[in-house]
């Protein structure tokens, strides 16, 4: 089973959604309070569930907030954000090498953000 990992960062707290091997599947924005990363974390459990935008896909369909959007960056490396209702970058993740990995990332934060534990 996953976990939020709750950590002081330089200017606030942050998390890290773990999965149940320990890697990290996502990562949050810094926030200045730890009530509003907890926020985060309960806005990324009620989001979670949402459709994915292949950017990567010439001509793709757009979807509403909430959604993933999958891309690549400046490496080349296939990487998520998930937005919320609102528009907001709620959690995003690590570069993969193949758009496969990335979207087994986005299933791992289906399968493991509704019941995963909050840890500090």
Request: charged share 30%; glycine share 8%.
């Amino acid at each position: 089973m996953g976990k939020f990992v709750v950590s002081e960062a330089k200017n606030g707290f942050k998390f890290n959604l773990k999965a149940g091997n320990g890697e990290t599947i996502a990562t949050s924005e810094v926030y200045a309070s730890k009530k509003s990363c907890l926020n985060g974390i309960e806005s990324v459990r009620t989001n979670c569930a949402s459709a994915i935008e292949d950017q990567t896909e010439k001509d793709f369909p757009k979807e509403k907030n909430p959604k993933y959007e999958v891309y690549t960056d400046k490496k080349g490396e296939f990487r998520f954000r998930l937005k919320a209702k609102n528009g907001q970058i709620i959690a995003v993740s690590e570069g993969y090498k193949t758009k496969k990995s990335c979207l087994n990332g986005i299933a791992s934060i289906k399968k493991n953000a509704p019941e995963a534990k909050i840890t500090e």
